[in-house]
């Protein structure tokens, strides 16, 4: 079975410091990454996706970067954040959709969530 | 850009009562997820609706996909503590790459 891993849970930085979050997938291949963003009581927002190794895709501009080394390590980095870098930052996975298909989709599977507090 | 719209932001409702979410996207779907978060965790999927028109059912759960692809509801019946969370409502255009959230309602249920 597929587990998504995530770490660390909880994190505490200052504003100035470096970021390194870490997503790891297990029981999978070739899977879509994501990296979004959930403001307190707010919706997700999607930062980054990856359809593979090296390619990253930027959704909003911002003090955040995102590498894929591996096919199931997708890492959440900064190099100085921000008050405003604060929330709940959720990996996801789903399948890989095949080529020429359309309508369908699969689910997306997220991990357990990093809470950053940047003060 | 692509848009989903989410309403409402938030309802309390006494348990046992009804609830309903509904979803409006700015295009055309092709397909629309139904997520749960429920507090302090990470959202679960739920469901996917595909056809024009379908109607799916899981317990008291009822999801819809509007004739022309671009609304979606969740329907709670007789709405129970255990429902509490937020629902969130995701599209994925035609041949897309990535889901585009709604921004989720939060259902908070009395007893």
């Known amino acids: 079975s597929q587990t998504i891993h995530q770490w660390p849970a909880t994190l505490v930085q200052p504003v100035g410091s470096p970021l390194s979050l870490e997503c790891t997938v297990e029981?999978?291949?070739?899977?879509?990454l994501y990296w979004y963003r959930q403001a307190a009581g707010r919706g997700l927002q999607l930062l980054f996706y990856?359809?593979?190794?090296?390619?990253i895709s930027s959704e909003v501009p911002q003090n955040l970067s995102a590498s894929r080394p591996q096919d199931r390590q997708f890492i959440l980095s900064s190099k100085k954040l921000l008050l405003s870098d604060s929330g709940f930052y959720l990996c996801?996975?789903?399948?890989?959709?095949?080529?020429?298909?359309?309508?369908?989709?699969?689910?997306?599977?997220f991990g357990p969530g990093t809470r950053l507090t940047v003060l | 850009g692509q848009q989903v719209m989410q309403i409402p932001q938030y309802q309390h409702v006494q348990e046992g009562e009804d609830f309903t979410t509904y979803c409006n996207s700015s295009?055309?779907?092709?397909?629309i997820q139904w997520y749960k978060q429920r507090p302090g965790g990470h959202p679960v999927f739920l469901i996917q609706l595909v056809k024009s028109g379908e109607v799916k059912k899981q317990k008291r759960l009822t999801f819809q996909f509007g004739e022309a692809k671009k609304n979606s509801s969740l329907h709670i019946t007789a709405t129970q503590t255990t429902d509490v969370g937020t629902y969130f409502c995701a599209g994925m255009r035609e041949y897309g790459n990535k889901l585009v959230f709604g921004a989720g309602t939060i259902l908070r249920v009395k007893s």
């Open positions: 029981g999978t291949s070739n899977p879509n």
């Open positions: 990856s359809v593979g190794i090296g390619q």
């Open positions: 295009t055309t779907l092709s397909n």
């Open positions: 996801a996975w789903s399948l890989r959709r095949s080529s020429g298909t359309s309508g369908t989709d699969n689910e997306q599977f």
